[in-house]
């Protein structure tokens, strides 16, 4: 079955910038309807999703980190990366890369499109030093 | 932007109990809502799409419902690996943002 694997850096220094990738196996990283996003978590916090990305290189980031935001992807080597710029402490927590499929539906008919975290990697743990 | 908010931020109960927690959005979000169960130390793990869809493999204990504004995510007889942080999610607008979580402990 598909897995995901984060990889990068576990400490990084305030004002400098974040790289991680996310390797993924057991299946293609190609497909009309594959997305893939990065969520991270600081430690004992909640969810925030940073962004996703589409094997064609399209991607929709959140709004709140839209500025500092960077993904991209590697279809020859079935990864997708993140980069986030001006690193401050608050940038520090547990860092998930996870399959995001899209699915459709028709609601009071009208068409929706939705997307759903289905495999997610173990997470990788990025500090921020001052 | 739209803000999630679950209810009970904490809930204690019993293996066997039934359990149903909350997901409030600030406006409508249609059934853009999925459900997450994470245990302590782990990734994440999706129970539910679309409000209602059970995920490939999750046990049919997990049941989700609503639209619009208001979810919830039933657990009709817990088990003991369902003692974890359960998270709700909306995908309606550009931020996917989460709710702050719910802890179900072991009363």
């Known amino acids: 079955q598909v897995q995901l694997q984060e990889s990068g850096p576990g400490l990084v220094k305030a004002s400098q910038t974040l790289s991680l990738t996310c390797t993924v196996s057991?299946?293609?990283?190609?497909?009309?309807?594959?997305?893939w996003s990065w969520i991270r978590q600081p430690a004992g916090k909640g969810l925030e999703w940073l962004g996703r990305i589409h094997s064609s290189g399209r991607t929709r980031y959140s709004p709140s980190l839209k500025s500092r935001v960077t993904m991209s992807v590697d279809t020859s080597k079935n990864q997708f990366s993140l980069r986030l710029t001006s690193v401050t402490a608050a940038d520090t927590a547990v860092y998930y890369c996870?399959?995001?499929?899209?699915?459709?539906?028709?609601?009071?008919?009208?068409?929706?499109?939705?997307?759903?975290?289905?495999?997610w990697g173990k997470g990788t743990t990025v500090s921020v030093s001052s | 932007d739209i803000q999630m908010t679950q209810s009970p931020s904490s809930l204690s109960a019993s293996v066997g109990d039934r359990v149903t927690i909350t997901c409030r959005a600030s406006?409508?979000?249609?059934?853009?809502l999925n459900w997450y169960r994470q245990k302590l130390g782990q990734a994440p793990h999706l129970l539910i799409y679309?409000?209602?869809t059970l995920q490939s493999g999750v046990p049919s204990r997990f049941n989700g419902s609503g639209s619009g504004t208001d979810f919830s995510l039933t657990i009709s007889s817990l088990q003991p690996e369902d003692f974890a942080t359960y998270f709700c999610?909306?995908?309606?607008?550009?931020?996917?943002?989460f709710g702050q979580g719910t802890k179900l402990q072991i009363k």
């Open positions: 999610q909306q995908t309606y607008t550009a931020s996917n943002s």
């Open positions: 996870a399959r995001d499929p899209r699915a459709s539906y028709y609601g009071s008919g009208n068409y929706y499109e939705t997307y759903y975290m289905d495999v």
């Open positions: 057991g299946g293609s990283i190609s497909g009309d309807d594959l997305f």
């Open positions: 406006q409508s979000i249609s059934s853009n």
């Open positions: 679309t409000a209602f």
